[in-house]
């Protein structure tokens, strides 16, 4: 059954149990005097803690006793004197249970696994609570680190907000994020702050070079103990470092840098779940500076200055990343104007050049921030709605047709052109299962309704 500690002065009626105890599957521990029981306690592995009446009031009236049990079922045998306050000390502990001084073994076995079912319920239910508010900031992590992804801020800025979104959710002291000498600081105008800085790290130069050059998480209780430590590489501020949980930073499997998350408090470590976020962060930083890169390097169509056919495809490469990731839904929207030629024909292509463009302004306008409005090439649009559900995207779609179709183009030109577009609508992964099928879909769509009767949203079945 397990270990049953017997504190009294060497007479208890429950040394009389002893050889009924064993028969049990029990083992019994003795211990006489309040110095030896929490030696007890901290040395072996015990199931259960019988207090007898004859030291019952010394150990009651102890503090350090009372902290280092606190998490342990307990049988105190009271006789009738006992004082009300000694009684009262013990029935402020969930897991403490008087009963009788001089129970017969029928009657102490009975509270023995009584008080075990209750400890074991007590201890499920302290289980499910824990796991309950993990899950909760787990959650509330995640919705606030994909508003930051979504809103519309530079990449600084949203690295900065992901730390210290994961700063306050882990309770750590300080978070930090090093890049490595990459490009991605010069193209992103990345600025050294006390949150983020480029840093060339010497391979295997402390924790931090120890994660970039192997590319393994580390999580370090005290790095004072630990070989690895350099204070050039992992000091922060003028912080005495405890703690410390460092991850890499990964974009496309290469190693671009690293997240650390640091204590000062040597109580204080983190956890297997304060990884789990860490991780997540490194995820969530790793796709902004990607994204912004992206952005940078690809985005512009020379005509319309969206994002190019080069820049959507990489995205819905992200997108479906993220949906896998996070088991969500986006979709994307193919858009073709109708009988566009006939405005190229009539009125030339400078003039159909132009109405490309303030196409490409109407669609940003009226689309959320996080939408990627791209130019597919001629007068052919295409649409990522992250996060955005098959029903809801064909909604949008209709609404931007009708839109589209009671715009009059370049009225401030005295040409007031007037024009519909056909779309089609699919998602993933609820009609595709990747990018090219994706593409595909949207587009067959966008045709049926095209050749069917123009001006038309369809969906992908």
């Given at each position: ?101 001089r129970p017969a073994l029928e009657e102490f076995m009975h509270w023995v696994n009584r008080l075990l079912h209750h400890t074991s319920v007590e201890t499920e239910n302290a289980a499910l609570k824990a796991d309950l508010v ?162 940078e390097k690809l985005k512009n169509d020379e005509l319309t200055n969206l994002y190019n056919m080069s820049y959507l495809l990489q995205a819905i490469d992200l997108e479906i990343e993220r949906s896998r990731r996070f088991n ?134």
């Amino acid at each position: 059954m397990g270990n049953l500690l017997l504190l009294d002065s060497g007479s208890s009626h429950v040394r009389r149990y002893g050889k009924s105890l064993r028969s049990k599957g029990w083992r019994l521990t003795y211990a006489k005097g309040i110095r030896e029981a929490l030696s007890r306690i901290k040395e072996s592995s015990i199931h259960l803690i019988v207090i007898d009446s004859s030291v019952s009031a010394a150990y009651a009236g102890s503090k350090a006793f009372r902290a280092v049990s606190a998490s342990f079922p307990i049988l105190i045998l009271l006789n009738k004197d006992a004082a009300k306050k000694e009684l009262n000390t013990w029935l402020k502990s969930d897991l403490a249970f008087p009963i009788s001084e001089r129970p017969a073994l029928e009657e102490f076995m009975h509270w023995v696994n009584r008080l075990l079912h209750h400890t074991s319920v007590e201890t499920e239910n302290a289980a499910l609570k824990a796991d309950l508010v993990q899950k909760s900031k787990e959650s509330s992590f995640h919705d606030h680190t994909r508003e930051i992804l979504s809103s519309d801020t530079d990449v600084g800025t949203m690295l900065k907000m992901i730390l210290q979104v994961l700063q306050t959710t882990t309770g750590a002291r300080a978070s930090s994020l090093l890049i490595s000498d990459e490009p991605f600081c010069d193209m992103l105008k990345l600025r050294n702050s006390i949150m983020i800085r480029k840093q060339v790290f010497k391979k295997g130069q402390g924790i931090a070079g120890f994660v970039m050059e192997k590319g393994t998480a580390v999580n370090i209780k005290d790095v004072q103990h630990d070989k690895r430590y350099d204070v050039k590489a992992d000091s922060y501020r003028k912080l005495n470092v405890r703690a410390m949980m460092c991850v890499p930073l990964l974009i496309h499997g290469r190693i671009v840098g690293i997240i650390r998350l640091i204590q000062t408090d040597r109580r204080k470590v983190f956890s297997e779940n304060d990884m789990c976020l860490l991780k997540h962060a490194a995820h969530y930083a790793a796709l902004s500076i990607e994204r912004a890169y992206l952005y940078e390097k690809l985005k512009n169509d020379e005509l319309t200055n969206l994002y190019n056919m080069s820049y959507l495809l990489q995205a819905i490469d992200l997108e479906i990343e993220r949906s896998r990731r996070f088991n969500s839904v986006f979709s994307l929207i193919f858009m073709d104007m109708d009988n566009f030629k006939k405005v190229n024909d009539r009125y030339g292509h400078l003039v159909g050049s132009r109405v490309i463009v303030e196409i490409a302004r109407l669609l940003e306008q009226n689309v959320r921030k996080l939408d990627i409005v791209s130019r597919y090439g001629g007068d052919e649009f295409v649409i990522i709605l992250p996060q955005t559900s098959h029903e809801i995207s064909f909604h949008i779609a209709e609404r931007l047709r009708k839109m589209i179709e009671k715009n009059v183009f370049l009225i401030n030109d005295s040409n007031s052109i007037k024009l519909t577009a056909s779309f089609g609508v699919a998602s993933y992964p609820d009609n595709a299962k990747g990018k090219d099928d994706l593409l595909r879909l949207a587009d067959n769509a966008m045709y049926s309704g095209k050749f069917l009767t123009k001006n038309i949203v369809f969906q992908a079945k």
